[in-house]
Every structure is written in C-alpha cells, then in structure tokens.
C-alpha cells in the first residue's frame, strides 16, 4: 500500500484566506476565511486585503489541522500559491509557508493558482468524475478568462483569452452598475433565476474564435441602463430579475459559443469549466446539457472548489510532490504568472 502523504497548502492571493490539508488525491479539510470588509468599497482593496490576510492565516491554518485531525508534525509538504494575485495578499501566503516548511523541515511547494483552478478536477471525492488527457478547460474567473489546453498535468497551453476584462469582472461591474454589492456574480446568478433572459437583448462582442472581450458589453449595459432610466427612474427595481436574467444569458451565451469553437477547433470534447464564475448555475446547466446536445463529456468542479480556495493548491502540491517539484526558500511570489509557467 502506498503511504500518506499529507500536504497542507495556503492560498492568499485575492481576498480570500485559505488552509486545506489533503491526504493523497483526497481533501480533509478545506477551510476559507472571505473578508467581509471589501463588499462596500464595490472591490478588493489590495491594502486592506494583505492584512486581513495577516489577521486570518494562523487561525485558518490552525482550524484546517484540526479539521483534518492531524499535526503539523505528520505533514509531508507545505504548498502555497505563488502567484497570480495581488502582491501584497500573496506574500502573506509565501512567507507563512516559507517559515512554516523551514521550521518544520520538510519541501516547500510553489503553486501556480492558475493551474491550481485547472487541477481541482483530480480531487479525488465520492462521485468525482477525473478529466482524461488531453482536454479543454475554460477557466473563468475575477481576474481571467481564458480557453487551456491540457494535455496533461503540467503541460498546458493557453488557446485563446480575453483582450481586457475577464468575466468575473463583467458580473461584477455589471452588478455595480445596478447598485448590488461585491462580488456582484453570485447576485446575478441569484437574481437571473426569477427573471427572463430574453427580456433585453444584449449585443455580443465580435473577437478572434478563441478570444473574448467584455468591456463593450460592460458599456452596452451601462448605455442601457441609463437611457431606461430617463424614461422610468424606478427601471432597475422594477426589472432587476428580467436585467440580471438578460445580462447572465448574454455572458453565457459568449461562453459556450467559444467552447463551441474550441471543439471544432482542436477535436476535443472533453470539456472542463474553472474558476470563480463556474460556480454560475446557468453555465452549469447549459454544459450539462451539452452532454446531451453535443455528445460532450463535461467536468463541473464541486462548488466548494470553483471560487478561491486552498483544496486546489493541496492537489496541484501533490500532484508536484509526486514528481519531487519543489521549491527552493528563495522563491518569491509573482504577481503576474501565466497559466502555462
Ligand atoms: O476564482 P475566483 O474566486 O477569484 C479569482 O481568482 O478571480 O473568482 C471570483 C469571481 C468574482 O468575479 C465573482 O463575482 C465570480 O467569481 N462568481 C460568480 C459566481 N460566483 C462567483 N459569477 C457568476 N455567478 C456566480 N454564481
Ligand atoms: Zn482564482
């Protein structure tokens, strides 16, 4: 039988603190601390982010151990996310991790979150349904938007991707037009479910097949919004449902219109969904049915495992530790990190 191997991992690289400890392929405890304290300032302010972060991480270490019933003596490797992420949130994360594998002496491991987003499809859980190689993943999140093919754990290439925002900030900055709170996303989501997605047709962006761009339907909503409201200053309370319904069908409609040409582009009909916004109940749906539709096998992270979280950089560190790819103590975190580095 093979033995334990116990890695605890730590991600910081947004404004969500996270400790996970994984046995092997197999998650035991997954704990996250959100920072409340950015939702009335409509974003993450990256001061404030970093010392929520220096308040957090000890406690969320501590109660992921215990979740896991384990010390931090039985530890096999600490794992950490180095980057992309915001500077001052991610060396909270490095340092801690730095000092915590030197006192313990044991490997340190770097983790790209990108890759991490990616790889929390070989959790391994009941029911878990593990991408074979190669596939597509459309990793969709606050910061990124982008179209990778994974032909295997560590060899991935970026296929297309967005020009400027990526699709979190599209929900997010959409919600803020309509004056909801941040993270505006799983508000729209929330909101999308009582209204009518056809209500108001939004016009699509015209990119290259694999690219996507969101800042001209960003000003569409807004353009619209505004000109509504000179008719009818009561316009967003009156149809919040039918707009968060209209806004969300636009944006997932790019979406799988892209994932469309990624099949007929590469062959592949694996497809995976990551990230932030694959929490979204409509892409969720509507790549479920294009099980159906299309004859495609599709891989929908546990919800648990699509916005920020340290389970992901636990697997992506086993998957690292396996192969004997660790870190030396110079290491810095990066701010900015491509999915494929
Ligand atoms: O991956 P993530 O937690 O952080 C980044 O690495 O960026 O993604 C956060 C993004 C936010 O933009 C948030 O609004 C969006 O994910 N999000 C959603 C939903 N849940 C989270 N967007 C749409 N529908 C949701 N249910
Ligand atoms: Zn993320």
Known sequence: MNKSIYILAIESSCDDTSASVICNAKVLSNVVANQEVHSKYGGVVPELASRAHQQNIVPVVQQALEQANITKEQLSAIAFTKGPGLMGSLLVGTSFAKSLALGLQIPLIDVNHMQAHILAHFIEEE?????????????????????????????????????????????????????????????????????????????????????????????????????????NPNFIEENLNDICASIQYTIVEILMDKLKNAVKKTGIKRIAIAGGVSANSEIRARLQLAEKHFGWSTYIPKFEYTTDNAAM??????????????????VTAKARLKVTE
Request: with cysteine.
């Open 127 to 231: 029911n878990s349904k593990i991408p074979e190689f190669p596939f597509i993943c459309l990793t969709i999140s606050g910061g990124h938007t982008q179209i990778v093919k994974v032909t295997n754990h560590f060899e991935m290439e970026i296929l297309g991707q967005t020009i400027d925002d990526a699709v979190g900030e599209a929900f997010d900055k959409s919600a803020k037009i309509l004056g909801l709170a941040y993270p505006g996303g799983p508000l729209i989501d929330k909101y999308a479910k009582l209204g009518n997605p056809k209500a108001y047709p939004f016009t699509k962006p015209k990119v290259g097949d694999l690219d996507f761009s969101f800042s001209g339907l960003k000003t569409g909503i807004l353009y619209f919004i505004q000109k509504q409201q000179r008719i």
């Open 313 to 330: 950089i636990a697997i992506t560190g086993y998957l690292k530790f396996l192969n004997n790819n660790y870190a030396d103590v110079s």
